[in-house]
């Protein structure tokens, strides 16, 4: 036997549900590390013949048995290579988060994840009851041992595994992305290879899941802590990595892309893989002039290509001309369809209808909400006759302060920036720009406007996007009380407004559309707080 | 000293995260249960001072600072009884599900939670590390032993109290409401209390809180399993019940409400409750003359008053005069005010609007969408102007298929019957009338109809809804597969297009309004399954 133990990485693309075909995926993969990589062993993700996360349809016992028969049917194929795979597992009446080592049409190794994440975006409690026990096997005459992604965050489980003998650590993993998650794994990594003096693989997982997105970025770490292979993000790969005796893996140079570049990826990928996996033709997004429309249309764009999306032009009494000039500069730039439909016979029509219930009243936020919902019921029409999904463009800082509509700009099926703060927002513009200028720069310069009302500025409502984002940063990433942020500098009335805001808005983000997670504290599975909530903390 | 224990049990309706007024309330009631009822002791519901469930208020720190200090607060208000206090509890980074034994102006005793809940509506885990100790103390020459909630429903806690010498077991809870949970509790607690041979004193807060209705049901349970007291469904109370030596609880007559009446109160207190605490000044209901939007406000009228509510007719032209007719009769025996605005020329409008883009296209679900959004539109806008929030009329039947339109129908703040099965409705539309004829009887009989299109009727597009409900119940709250459902008699190609409607329909529910929780199942925070999934069955 050779001096070396060849390691593919799978990093792949599976989805959610479909057992069937991310089988067929792991089979073809197999053949192709062992065929064209001439590799020992293969390492799929983290309950990678089910995609993660599979939420509550792991109380399906007809789910639980399909994953259970792909599993059997995978082993009988395969041959001349060790696989390791991810599959739920069912012993008397406990789940457990596994993976099992297949060689030779048999399992010859078992592994079931010890440390459960119950926090953020993870509910592993909900279903799994966590193993007791290390998993460390021999390949030719090396010792391998499993770990599944916690549990290389805890102490522990690596631990063990290298007092029963392993030299070596495979991990199987489904780490969602967030905007500094790369450098927190290298951390992590590095400091659990040292403490144990073992070289670590890392395998994630890739692709968008509803509001997660698994940026893939599989590595190898040496026993010094070192990165010495990056598999890259965002895109699939079949990894090699040659694990020598004595420890030593062998290196590749590789480049990380910066934070920036990251997160427009991330958006992208999201976006695709949403209206890929729900099988959607493409998308409408209404375009504006503003930055949030022109930036969720070059997502788009880049994501499904021009001949998926189609830009809405829906002007109306307030709409100023330069916001159809930049519109159109933009889809011109773009090269995407446009249609213009004007919402104004629609409003004036509601407000004719409305007249006698509003009679003695004054002009309000109603007349507002009134045209961002004639606006939401054209794209909806467009939508159910043509089969398009309309993509929402609001962002994370109206989110959070309940600066939208719901029914109106809140109506569509992805809210591709519904994580990204305004502040981001220009700077992700900016990033987009520099690949090659579309959108128009009087677009990124001009005051922010809704244009539901006569000059009509956001900041007549709101603080300047750069204060509010470092309230909402402070308030809801890291979780600080209205003293500490008034501590940090800021207006005690502002901070108060502005977390009166988040709070009375909860009944509206329980109500958006889903959309791509960036943050520590996203406004999708990680913020759960109840509508009626008397905390003040005032 | 006397030879008997007089308890107070607190059933009471605290507000999640108003530690102010929940801390007035303990005060009140301690006061009156010491002065009035002479008890040596009071005992709140589980997390008590906070309310249940306080979600990621948890993980703020300004929340358990205040929480801390309300509870020390209370201790030095406590003289000359026993008050055993529920509330979140921070040591050294591990947050705790505890409650406090308070004695004239100290802790003299102290409990945490030691089974967790992490399923169905529970995620105990996010928050809390278990308990591994016993909480006995003393009262005059009583030994008492608390536990809390899901501790009486696992084998341990109880008879670790008894171990350590507990002759009584008092226990806090916050367990919500479902249709059959009050038998489910009568049946843990006789055998939980017969198994350790100790008395049970059980005490559950009573509230709605968002999905969630807190039913209260507080009972008592001797050392045979006995029920021999119990402080009543759906209203607060301060219950006394004396433990006389030798493990004897006294006795008082009582009737349990048949289920029906339980499940009609429990939406109308979650609805009164719902409106109340988030201070909306009343209620809109849309009245189309069907059997759900008549139901929905005669349960508005019962929970808040027929002055707090408005029926708001919108008719089209493919409303039928009965409709209209038999609409009125409801608004006239609840004697609600009302306003009819026609949606026609708001539909005439969006039809002409589009007509360019949908040139050469059929008529389909689009047009029907468009008249289910004008209504919204109008019901959103005297919303906005007045103040008053949207109750929306959908069922459970229609939510689980996806007979419904987003942003149509489906828009509004509260959704009364969102968990309630279309059959369901029918008998609870039977049981208001039993207590005064309200709903016609036209209306109960006919056919159901959305009224989108000529001669329409639901039983065109789903399976009769006796069949729908009962592969509903199957597969939602059964969990069964495609396959078991067959073997129970359901026609397998009705089945598997009820499991794809569900499926294809998540999207939907993910942005639909809160309603009120009554089944095992229910499409809110029990049901969490992706929009991204492929799983088939088939």
């Not at 207006?491 to 009375?504: A, E, M, P, Q, S």
């Amino acid at each position: 036997m050779s001096a070396k133990l060849r390691i593919v990485q799978a990093q792949l693309n599976l989805q959610v549900g479909n057992i069937a075909e991310n089988l067929e995926k792991h089979r073809l993969a197999t053949v192709i590390a062992r065929d064209q990589f001439h590799a020992d062993i293969i390492v799929f993700p983290e309950l990678s013949l089910t995609g993660y996360p599979p939420e509550d349809l792991l109380y399906r016992p007809a789910f639980i048995q399909e994953a259970q028969a792909a599993l059997l049917s995978l082993a009988a194929d395969i041959k001349d290579i060790y696989c390791v795979v991810g599959h739920p597992h069912l012993e008397r009446d406990h789940l457990f988060n596994a993976c099992s080592v297949l060689h030779d049409g048999k399992v010859i190794a078992y592994y079931a994840k010890q440390r459960l994440p119950n926090y953020g975006v993870f509910d592993e409690c909900r279903y799994f009851t966590p193993g007791n026990a290390s998993c460390v096997f021999p390949i030719q005459d090396t010792q391998v041992g499993i770990v599944i992604c916690e549990d290389l965050w805890k102490l522990g489980p690596t631990r063990a595994a290298k007092s029963h003998g392993a030299e070596i650590i495979l991990s199987p993993n489904a780490s969602p992305f967030e905007v500094d998650k790369h450098e927190q794994r290298l951390s992590v990594l590095a400091k659990r290879a040292k403490h144990d003096n073992l070289p670590i693989i890392y395998v994630n997982q890739v692709g968008g899941q509803d509001d997660l997105i698994f940026d893939g970025g599989s590595m190898a770490v040496n026993a010094m802590g070192d990165c010495c292979q990056f598999a890259g993000f965002f895109h699939e790969s079949l990894h090699p990595i040659d694990f020598v005796k004595k420890g030593r893996i062998t290196s590749a140079p590789f480049t990380v892309p910066e934070p920036i570049e990251r997160i427009y990826q991330a958006l992208v990928l999201a976006t695709r893989d949403y209206i890929h996996k729900n099988h959607f033709s493409g998308v409408l997004v209404g375009v504006s002039g503003g930055i949030d429309s022109a930036l969720t249309l070059a997502i788009a764009v880049d994501a499904l290509g021009k001949d998926k999306v189609k830009a809405v032009f829906l002007p109306s009494q307030y709409t100023a001309s330069m916001s159809l000039e930049d519109g159109k500069a933009l889809t011109d730039e773009l090269g995407v369809a446009t249609e213009t439909i004007s919402i104004e016979s629609t409003c004036k029509t509601l407000v004719e209808t409305l007249a006698p219930s509003f009679a003695g009243k004054k002009s309000d936020v109603t007349e507002e909400n009134i045209q961002a919902r004639a606006r939401a019921i054209i794209l909806m029409a467009l939508s159910n006759k043509f089969g398009y999904l309309v993509l929402t463009t609001g962002n994370r800082s109206e989110m959070a302060v309940g600066y939208c509509t719901l029914y109106g700009d809140m109506a569509g099926g992805y809210a591709v920036l519904k994580d990204i703060p305004k502040t981001l927002v220009y700077k992700l513009a900016a990033f987009r720009n520099q690949r090659g200028q579309v959108i128009p720069q009087r677009t990124i310069e001009r005051p922010p406007t809704a244009e539901l009302a006569p000059n009509q500025k956001d900041e007549d409502s709101l603080p300047p996007y750069s204060i509010l984002d470092s309230i909402l940063e402070c308030y809801l990433n890291q979780s600080q009380s209205i003293e500490e942020i008034v501590n940090n500098g800021f207006d005690r009335n502002v901070v108060t407004k502005v977390v009166n805001l988040i709070k009375y808005s909860e009944y509206k983000r329980k109500q958006a559309a889903v959309g791509p997670r960036i943050n520590h504290k996203s406004f999708i599975r990680d913020w759960r707080y109840p509508n009626t909530n008397g905390f003040t903390e005032l």
